[in-house]
């Protein structure tokens, strides 16, 4: 059973740091893109930033740069997202998400997460 699980969320204030953490099971995604999104209440869900299989190409939402940093270790089956300078606008549950080609379409990613609530407050 392929999972993708999320950690790291919590309640931060704002100006805070916080790490998010995506592990994989049941397959190696060594080879496969990796995306965070988020979704907050009453809206839609969206990009935040995405990663190569190889780690060499990486993408932000235009609000998330500068802040937000994603990396992988291929070896440990895990994609990370560094949040810096929080602020409580991203306020939301976060998304980890998995598939053969890069992009930066949610509908595109074939696994997904369960997701993880990070709370920002002023």
């Known amino acids: 059973q392929v999972q993708l699980v999320e950690s790291g969320g919590g309640l931060v204030q704002a100006g805070g740091s916080l790490r998010l953490s995506c592990a994989a099971s049941?397959?190696?995604?060594?080879?496969?893109?990796r995306g965070w999104f988020r979704q907050a209440p009453g809206k839609e869900r969206e990009f935040v930033a995405a990663?190569?299989?190889?780690?060499?190409?990486?993408y932000y939402a235009d609000s998330m740069k500068g802040r937000f940093t994603i990396s992988r270790d291929n070896a440990r089956n895990t994609v990370h997202l560094q949040m810096n300078s929080l602020k409580p606008e991203d306020t939301a549950i976060y998304y980890c998400?998995?598939?053969?080609?890069?992009?930066?379409?949610?509908?595109?990613?074939?696994?997904w997460g369960q997701g993880t609530q990070v709370t920002v407050s002023s």
């Open positions: 049941g397959r190696t995604f060594s080879s496969y893109a």
């Open positions: 990663i190569s299989w190889t780690g060499v190409h990486t």
């Open positions: 998400a998995a598939d053969p080609t890069l992009t930066v379409i949610a509908a595109r990613y074939r696994y």
